[in-house]
């Protein structure tokens, strides 16, 4: 074939495909998250028992002084609400990783990596999706949290909604770019020991740092570089209509470069994904 | 209706309608196309084309490098050396207007079990653009055509093995593809559901004018008006009319003149095997 012939007509694709795509992906992710009803109450128990049993005796052991963006003494419940609303994010990240490495070995993902849409659009849909269904975990820990005298402002039911955004976007990308490492769905077990425990515990969501510093100067400055602990406070001063300005550029900037990470991590000229056929194959 | 006559049913009701661009280019184009897995090299520089509206038959045992070559085709995986073209369109270059001719079915299956079929057939119909209405009428169409729409609500775990193969064939072809890529498409299906589905795919050729790439090892699925491709250790070793090809390596049938090409004994690429 000469190139002359590699010549045709290219169309491109229109607004309304993009959207209908990302329409598509959104729909698919609630579909598998409402069929898997044992997902969605984990991801709310987890917490439920953070709250209600670890906090309730915590309360009593451990003292919080006022601390932005508190402006009277709190309880305990109080301050650790917004560190279990990351918290469901980050399993729901992580759940979403498990799912996308899943999918690659029953070869699911197949069926959107050829899609003709471009890929870093299509891994930018799943991870919306994915944080919209933690969207949904989130505010169902609020509305049993509130029925528990755990309330936020009025107000900041709904100013918090865009951290939340940002905040599941970070973790979700951080997932997506981890799970284009992981070669078998066996090798999930080490996510857990070594991403989900330690980048929640050395983190803000159940101690505040002041009291992190007065034990372990170097845990402090390991929860201060852990990109978790600005999404907590991020959610923390959203949650009260405030805006903590360096967790906002923490999350915003780690979101932007796990999302360019797994992006090029998927592409398949540099990617990291299993180059080698699936199992069986030839 | 048996699966068959389902897929003969209002095949002619999607219509064949040639796309401006596609005139006088080769459906599918493979030029020096080589890839390697660290220092194991699958294929070695590949080459040949897929006429627009015919069957190609790829054959090659187990290890022969077809997966690979499909990965590369679909952009699973990038390609290291070569070009490879769809209707003129670069996969490397160009790959969302090379993707949306093409329709795949893979070895491995590719559903959501965990999905209805109708479900699976929307989701893919998005992931192409396709509005959903447009996707709804489709999905019934071809859920007519293959038979299962009486199990439009029924989740895809609960069909059998042929009855998926049919489906991820109906799904290949929902956003109306003008080349279908098959690899394997037969295997752990029983002697019917093999006959059906081959067929249904010749009469998507015949009557549709899609053009089609059929990587198998079992030699009683190439007709001797195919065209064909045989693969041995990631190379070409022919291709051309399958009756090219055997006279050219002085076999018999195609049996023995693979067994002649390859210089192998093996009996895999029996019906039976």
Known sequence: MTSAAMTPIQRGFSLAEYLTCLNGIVWREALRFLHQRERFISALVRPLVWLFIFATGFRQVLGLSIIPPYETYILYEVYIAPGLMAMIQLFNGMQSSLSMVYDREMGNMRTLLVSPLPRWFLLSCKLLAGTAVSLLQVYAFLLIAWFWDIAAPPTGYLTVLPALVLSGLMLGALGMLISSGIKQLENFAGVMNFVIFPMFFASSALYPLWRILESSPMLYYVCLFNPFTHAVELIRFALYGQMNWIALAVVGGCTIAFMIGAILAYDPSRGLIRRGPAGGET | ?273
């Not at chain 2, 990587?215 to 250790?233: M, P, R, Y």
């Open chain 2, 1 to 273: 209706m048996t699966a068959t006559d389902a897929f003969s049913a209002g095949q002619s009701t999607q219509g064949f309608h040639p796309r401006p661009d596609a005139v006088e280019m080769p459906a599918l184009s493979i030029e020096g196309v080589s890839h390697a897995y660290g220092s194991r090299r699958a294929l070695i520089d590949i080459a040949f084309s897929v006429a627009p509206a015919s069957f190609t038959a790829l054959l090659g045992l187990n290890g022969a490098g077809k997966s690979t070559l499909f990965s590369l085709i679909t952009r699973l995986f990038g390609i290291q050396h070569g070009r490879i073209g769809i209707f003129g369109h670069d996969v490397a270059q160009a790959p969302g207007e090379a993707l949306r001719l093409l329709g795949v079915v893979f070895q491995p299956r590719t559903l959501d079990l965990d999905l209805s079929v109708t479900q699976n057939l929307l989701y893919h119909a998005a992931l192409h653009g396709i509005g959903r209405r447009d996707a709804r009428a489709r999905s019934g169409e071809v859920l007519a055509r293959i038979d299962l729409a009486d199990r439009a609500g029924s989740k895809v775990r609960d069909l059998s093995g042929g009855q998926m193969r049919r489906l991820e064939i109906a799904r290949a072809l929902l956003h109306r593809p003008r080349l279908l890529l098959l690899d394997e498409a037969t295997v752990g299906l029983d002697v019917k559901a093999r006959a059906d589905i081959l067929n249904h795919v010749r009469q998507l050729v015949a009557e549709q004018g899609i053009s089609v790439l059929w990587a198998t090892h079992l030699f009683d699925e190439i007709g001797s008006n195919d065209d064909l491709v045989v693969l041995h250790q990631g190379r070409v070793l022919a291709q051309g009319k399958v009756a090219r090809v055997i006279a050219d390596a002085g076999g018999s049938d195609i049996n023995t003149a693979f067994m002649r090409l390859t210089g192998s004994t093996a009996q895999s690429g029996s019906s039976t095997s």
